[in-house]
């Protein structure tokens, strides 16, 4: 097993390669439709950690989260963060994505409440505002996925959070663009500071 992950591993660096190369979201879209099937094979051969460590993330930074908090999992694709978040007793997750195969796939592990088809950055998410305790976006904040110019959507449907969040919200999402040399307008900046919204990129 060992070896044959070995083996892959080339062709699936390149296709990572390929994945970050793509600018356009609708080429993107299509690429990770494509992709869908071969998916969570190809991020084992990485030994892929992201979805873990964001839900580390979300326990640390929000500690009184209940198991029956309501989390939107953004980008959720084939549902990696949904089994991190199952395995530590979150139940209520729904789940967001701009690509349809990736969505049959995160639908087959039968972890989310729902899960809704939208392209964020052009469509607004179909929830009321304050709907979510807590949302998660694992490694897809970046030109041809998920842009900055998304983040306040992601803010409206994120219930109010207390003074302790309030604080560290702020400097993660300016941490966040720096790391991807995107501005982050100002009424992001402002709104995150009230917003539970956990940003691991």
């Known amino acids: 097993m060992a070896q044959e992950e070995g083996e892959r591993l080339p062709q699936v660096l390149a296709r990572v390669e390929a994945a970050h190369g793509i600018t356009d979201l609708t080429q993107n879209l299509h690429f990770y439709d494509r992709w869908a099937p071969d998916y969570d094979q190809d991020v084992t051969v990485l030994q892929y950690r992201a979805p873990r460590l964001a839900v ?20 959720c694709g084939t549902g990696l963060v949904a089994s991190e978040l199952q395995a530590r007793g979150f139940l209520r997750l729904h789940g967001v994505d701009g690509s349809p195969e990736m969505l049959k796939q995160a639908q087959a592990r039968g972890l989310y409440q729902s899960l809704s088809l939208c392209t964020l950055g052009q469509e607004l ?46 400097h993660e999402v300016r941490r966040m663009a ?24």
């Open 56 to 75: 580390d993330c979300l326990t640390q930074a929000l500690p009184a989260l209940a198991p029956d908090a309501l989390i939107l999992d953004v980008a």
């Open 125 to 170: 998410l179909p929830n009321s505002e304050g709907t979510f305790d807590a949302v998660l976006i694992v490694g897809a904040l970046s030109d041809g996925q998920v842009p900055c110019r998304a983040i306040p959507e992601l803010l409206r449907v994120t219930k109010p959070a207390g003074d302790k969040e309030q604080m560290s919200g702020s």
């Open 178 to 201: 720096e790391q991807k040399d995107q501005e982050v307008p100002a009424d992001v900046r402002t709104g995150a500071e009230s917003q539970e919204v956990v940003w691991c990129v």
